[in-house]
């Protein structure tokens, strides 16, 4: 299973060509599963331009499957983990929200879809996987 960030799904939205993108559109001709996260859901929603341009996404991203952290506590300790041994090894991380989407990515044994480098620094850290 996927767990295709933000990174990419605005990418995809905006029609921009890139590696995260043009991957994103083989799994959906292919039928490939995968779904996103609350978060996820949230950061794609709050760039949204207009109102209509909002419900769209809305519409479109609830019918995914969401993937979510699997504890409301150690999930997020887990995640805040990954961010200080991150900072540990001179590594900053822009976004906490990135350590929580490669937390439950983890959690849920998924392959995370991105465009984004900071994902490609924690993977020095943790053993998150890539598709």
Known sequence: MILVDTSVLIDFFKGIKNSGSV???????????????????????QGAGSIKEYNLLRTYLSSQRFYNPIDAVESFARAAK??????????????????????????????????????????????????
């Open 23 to 45: 991957k994103l559109e083989t799994i959906l001709k292919g039928n490939i599963p995968f779904g996103i996260s609350s978060l996820i859901f949230l950061e794609v929603l």
């Open 82 to 131: 990954i961010y200080m041994s991150c900072r540990k090894k001179g590594i900053t991380i822009r976004s906490t929200i990135d350590c929580l989407i490669v937390e439950t990515a983890m959690e849920n044994d998924l392959l995370l879809l991105h465009n984004d480098h900071d994902f490609e620094l924690i993977q020095q850290v943790v053993p998150i996987k890539f598709y």
